[in-house]
């Protein structure tokens, strides 16, 4: 198993950068890359960057395909607080990739269309690009603890530590959806190259947990050490809870 390359970085800023050069990298490379792209706030940063190397013409990620990480169950699409609706005004439309280019998760869950879903992505080899965030609880998208490196893109009941994390985009706790769907581990697992970015003091003790720890279901980010290609950058906050002077 290759070791994670991980590195870290003095504050978010230089942590958004170098995630966008890593990014920007792999889109130079594949123009017509298949790229997993996550929400939440801490990937915010790095998909400005790539916006505005787009809008200066060093950037063209009009070709690839973006497939959805995660969804809540039972959120239209047109709602401001879906996940979809988060990616698009966050990554989609800034970098100019045309909403046809869009692969959603399947959002009801049905296990014949997470099923289907799956062996689609499969069969097309897989994703070039995954970008991740890490939950405080270990979960990446939406795989919460206990879940290993077979889990499959499936509809999941969210944790409560999650469901807290997510609160204030809902107006509190007790309005935050009790399920989603999630691309699973395993198809992450076929990403040519994964690249998780972690910030702030909230994620540190995880993070290690994750890209140093032993592979356990109870850290589900720590199955990404299995990948052919993980990419781990972090900001020095997260990793040993320093912040720069
Ligand atoms: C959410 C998302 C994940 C994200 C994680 C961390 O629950 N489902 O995809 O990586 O939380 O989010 P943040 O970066 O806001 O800490």
Redesign the pocket.
């Known amino acids: 198993m290759p070791e994670p390359a991980i590195t870290v970085l003095d504050g978010y800023l230089a942590l958004s950068r170098a995630a966008a050069d890593v990014a920007a990298g792999i889109l130079a490379a594949i123009p017509r890359a298949r790229v997993v792209v996550?929400?939440?706030?801490?990937?915010m940063g790095l998909y400005r960057e790539l916006a505005a190397r787009a809008s200066r013409g060093v950037l063209d990620a009009s070709g690839i395909t973006v497939y959805q990480?995660?969804e809540y169950v039972g959120i239209p699409t047109d709602d401001w607080r879906s996940l979809l609706g988060w990616a698009v005004r966050s990554f989609v439309e800034p970098l100019g990739i045309p909403l046809g280019s869009v692969i959603p998760v399947p959002a009801d869950g049905d296990p014949a269309a997470c099923a289907a879903y799956d062996r689609e992505v499969e069969r097309s080899g897989g994703y070039d690009l995954a970008i991740?965030?890490?939950?405080t609880n270990g979960?990446?998208?939406?795989n919460e603890p206990p879940s290993d490196a077979s889990a499959p893109t499936r509809r999941v009941a969210l944790s409560s530590a999650?469901r807290r994390?997510?609160a204030a985009y809902w107006g509190g706790t007790p309005h935050v959806p009790r399920e989603a769907v999630t691309i699973g581990i395993a198809g992450l697992l076929r990403s040519r190259t994964i690249l998780l970015v972690a910030s702030g003091k909230s994620k540190r003790g995880i993070v290690r947990r994750a890209v140093l720890g032993p592979v356990t279901p109870e850290v589900p980010a720590s199955c990404l050490q299995a990948a052919p290609d993980l990419r781990v950058l972090v900001d020095r906050a997260a990793w040993d809870g320093s912040v720069p002077t």
């Open positions: 996550a929400t939440g706030r801490t990937p990480l995660d991740l965030g890490i939950g979960h990446v998208g939406f999650s994390s997510n």
